[in-house]
């Protein structure tokens, strides 16, 4: 599995949008990129999942440039329930193996939301 | 989405003792569920895979005899938790594939074990 690396904190005012960048240079080419949040004393809420290009959804954005070493969870306009602790996983998300995919969880970035 | 459950949601217990945890997918049928430990302020760490009619699959360094896994059923997982100790206080999580196009995970709500 890739490993990834993303910043430790981040902080950011109400309102405002927040990009959250991670690397991951070692992806193999079945890697989907895969964002969770999770709150305090919660399991992780799944966000967005991608694997090139551009992914939207209604509450983000993913961004994956051509080599897909790197991707970047946009949030937009955020507000105090978006502090949490947001992790960027990559993994193997063929479909000959789904359920059987294994998550290993990087340090994470933990977000804080400033009124 | 897809739901997965976890009973209890806390516990309290006193060393020596054994603990079990259930991990439930309510609206799907799961036939791997994953268990998680997370210390506080701490990243996930997997510690065993569940595959539905067969023996888990521990990561490095757990101990399969302390931390039981029966995946019973295609909506059942539980982890027991043999002779407790303080050091073993920790958030368990439970998560389940829906077998979906992308294969996303979904995570139970977490059990918060305290071991006196």
Redesign the interface.
């Known amino acids: 599995l890739a490993k990834t690396t993303q910043p430790i904190s981040m902080d950011s005012y109400e309102g405002q949008e927040v990009n959250i960048t991670c690397s991951h240079n070692n992806i193999a080419t079945n890697d989907?990129i895969?964002w969770?949040q999770q709150f305090p004393?919660?399991?992780?809420?799944?966000i967005i999942?991608g694997y090139k290009t551009k992914v939207t959804n209604e509450v983000a954005s993913l961004f994956i440039p051509a080599d897909r070493k790197s991707s970047t969870l946009s949030l937009p306009r955020v507000s105090l329930s978006d502090t949490a602790v947001y992790?960027c996983l990559v993994g193997d998300?063929d479909?000959s193996?789904?359920?059987?995919?294994?998550?290993?969880?990087?340090?994470?970035t933990r977000l804080t939301i400033i009124p | 989405?897809a739901v997965?459950s976890?009973h209890p949601s806390w516990v309290i217990c006193k060393s020596g003792t054994s603990v079990k945890i259930e991990c439930r997918s309510l609206d799907f049928q799961?036939?791997?569920m994953?268990w998680?430990r997370q210390f506080p302020k701490q990243?996930?760490?997997?510690m065993a895979?569940s595959n539905e009619g067969s023996k888990a699959t521990y990561e490095q360094g757990v101990e399969k005899d302390k931390f039981l896994i029966n995946h019973a059923s295609l909506t059942l997982s539980t982890l027991t938790v043999t002779s407790a100790h303080p050091e073993d206080s920790s958030?368990y999580?439970?998560?389940a594939?829906s077998?979906?196009?992308?294969?996303?995970?979904?995570?139970?709500?977490?059990t918060?074990l305290t071991v006196l």
């Open positions: 989907y895969t969770y004393s919660q399991g992780p809420r799944f999942q992790y998300m479909i193996n789904f359920g059987n995919e294994k998550l290993t969880f990087g340090t994470g | 989405g997965v976890q799961a036939t791997t994953f998680y990243s996930l760490m997997l895979t958030f999580i439970c998560s594939s077998g979906g196009l992308y294969n996303e995970q979904f995570f139970g709500p977490g918060r």
